[in-house]
């Protein structure tokens, strides 16, 4: 069971109401919204590193037919007889036989990145963002390549989600495990952690199995790969101080919230120039005296700002976080300062849930190094093997070996 001090600082930072429309389907605020929005952003941009992804969000309902010719018999998404739409359709539902489809329609092999909610049957309980009704957002990337292309392709879409797990400070490895074999010919799971050190699968990454493949049609390889909304919910677990959320530089609408007693247009200026320079930076108006200065700034950072900055005639004084503290500065930074300190609040936040991966993963006795004749052995609990691979030692007879995740299957 996870604790729900996560959602209380979500609800704190007015990301998320308190409450919900029902089990499993979250209440998001403007803030939320947006925060969601930086989260697809970063990706993108971490896409743009190698292709031009096209962005697409598909319809609420697809005919149930067309999705029980991919996927069978189905039980985990609902089904509704709309006979506007012309008899039954799965709401929500997986996107990759409709990526396809479009990506056939309108030629071209993709990646494709289809952006919205998925709307799944839950059995058992709900947590919000890490386990809902309602995923979302949930984005899925599809391609369609070559055979030849295939591995090297999914590599590159592991080297993006790394990337991704980098921006929001996450810990991350990736593992190629046969468990999924009937989905995927080729599987990787992205592997972070609870606060506690408990592994969790954050993303998926597949070169879709022959069934599949031929079942859509394709003509070609398919790459799968997925992630939601529930990297928020994990930088949310473990990215949190006494003052409330600390996001990551990446995701944080405000990176620099200033407060400011009486503004002759320098500070208006200041901020002009750091907009220039990337830096997202807001100004709040507060009184002079103490009390209503500190109620400001305690606003700011339950909000997530990784940076304050005090301007007064007597000083300038920034607050940093994790942990909070307060030191004077000359001036009115520099972008290029700026940038330096969001960049060392993002290492502190890094380097505090890596700790965590280690002490739950290696500590732990989860990841370990196996040789091959080890790992078949019976009574082994091999999951996956660490990629990219790198040999090492068997920890069990000290032949050249690799590391692996040892365990059952996780969520």
Not at 4 to 20: I, W
Not at 43 to 52: D, G, I, K, N
Not at 78 to 86: I, K, Q, T
Not at 102 to 108: Q, S, T, V
Request: charged share 25%; aromatic share 6%; hydrophobic share 40%.
């Amino acid at each position: 069971m996870i604790s729900d001090g996560y959602l209380r600082t979500l609800e704190d930072a007015q990301f998320v109401l308190p409450g919900s429309y029902g089990r499993g389907i979250p209440v998001w605020q403007d803030a939320g919204l947006r925060l969601a929005r930086r989260l697809v952003s970063a990706f993108e941009s971490v896409l743009a590193q190698w292709w031009t992804p096209t962005i697409v969000e598909h319809p609420f309902l697809m005919p149930a037919a067309g999705y029980r010719d991919v996927f069978g018999d189905y039980t985990n998404v609902f089904e509704a007889l709309v006979p506007e739409a012309g008899g039954p359709c799965v709401l929500a539902p997986d996107n990759m036989a409709a990526s396809v489809g479009w990506l056939r329609e309108h030629g071209g092999e993709g990646p494709l990145v289809a952006v919205g909610g998925l709307l799944r049957e839950l059995a058992g309980g709900a947590q919000p963002l890490f386990r809902d009704r309602h995923i979302w957002p949930a984005v899925q990337v599809t391609q369609l390549v070559p055979q030849n292309r295939a591995v090297d392709e999914l590599e590159r879409h592991r080297l993006a989600i790394t990337r991704l797990h980098e921006l929001l400070c996450l810990p991350v490895m990736t593992v190629r495990t046969p468990a999924l074999a009937s989905y995927g010919r080729t599987t990787y799971l992205t592997v972070s952690c609870l606060p506690d050190g408990r592994p969790t699968v954050t993303a998926t990454l597949y070169v879709m199995s022959e069934r599949y493949r031929d079942r859509l049609g394709a003509g070609a390889e398919v790459i799968d790969v997925g992630f939601t909304g529930k990297l928020l919910a994990l930088v949310a677990m473990h990215h949190r101080d006494g003052s409330g959320l600390a996001l990551p530089s990446a995701l944080a609408d405000t990176q620099v919230g200033v407060l400011v007693d009486k503004d002759d247009g320098r500070i208006e200026r200041w901020r002009t120039r750091q907009a220039d320079e990337g830096v997202r930076v807001r100004p709040v108006a507060c009184g002079q005296k103490h009390g209503a200065r500190r109620r400001a700034e305690r606003r700011l950072r339950r909000h997530g700002v990784p940076l304050v900055l005090g301007v007064r005639d007597e000083g300038l004084r920034i607050a940093r976080r994790y942990p909070l503290h307060r030191s004077d500065v000359p001036g009115l930074p520099e972008p290029a300062a700026l940038r330096g300190e969001l960049a060392a609040h993002d290492d502190r936040l890094r380097r505090s849930a890596d700790r965590r991966f280690t002490a739950g993963l290696r500590q732990g006795g989860v990841l370990a190094a196996r040789c091959d004749g080890c790992a078949a052995a019976d009574g082994e609990r091999v999951f996956g093997w660490i990629v990219p691979a790198a040999r090492t030692p068997c920890d069990e007879c000290g032949a050249p070996g690799g590391e692996v995740l040892l365990g059952e299957r996780f969520y």
